[in-house]
């Protein structure tokens, strides 16, 4: 009896130690219902987010939010690594949106996308395009189909 009382103990003690926090380190994670792409969002977590996150499973971690919801985000979307948003002293999310940081971290915003405009040094309309292009669920799933590709059916 003690051995199976043991035994139940070890097994919850390590379910609960596989749980780890992670951080998001995509502008906006999109947390699925199921580990797919195709999967409902239930929550989106900001870059920097810290998250708990089981056992990666099929390049997938089922997580919980802060605020306790629970699902699936890509292995792509977290890291192990601590995400500091700080300039000197000063938290650097009291000044600037998440969008603007996670644009930063690559050397990139919004002043310098649009100097590049206006010098006529990049051509930005087909990425405008491409940004607004709509893709369902559907054209996804025949996609994978027609292609053999994982996750298709």
Request: hydrophobic share 45%; charged share 20%; aromatic share 6%.
């Amino acid at each position: 009896m003690k051995i199976i009382v043991l035994a139940v103990l070890f097994t919850i003690s390590a379910g609960v130690a596989i749980a780890a926090p992670m951080n998001v380190q995509v502008r906006n994670g999109k947390v699925r219902a199921t580990p797919s792409q195709l999967g409902a969002v239930v929550a989106t977590v900001e870059y920097g987010a810290t998250i708990q996150a089981g056992a990666l499973q099929r390049g997938w971690y089922p997580v919980t939010t802060t605020d306790g919801k629970k699902g699936w985000l890509h292995e792509s979307a977290l890291s192990k690594k601590a995400i500091a948003m700080r300039a000197g002293t000063t938290d650097v999310t009291t000044g600037v949106s998440s969008d603007e940081v996670a644009l930063a971290g690559k050397g990139f915003n919004e002043q310098v996308e649009a100097k590049l405009k206006k010098d006529g040094k990049l051509d930005y309309t087909w990425v405008d395009r491409m940004a607004a292009f709509a893709v369902g669920v559907d054209q996804i799933i025949k996609f994978r189909t027609q292609g053999n590709l994982r996750g298709g059916a």
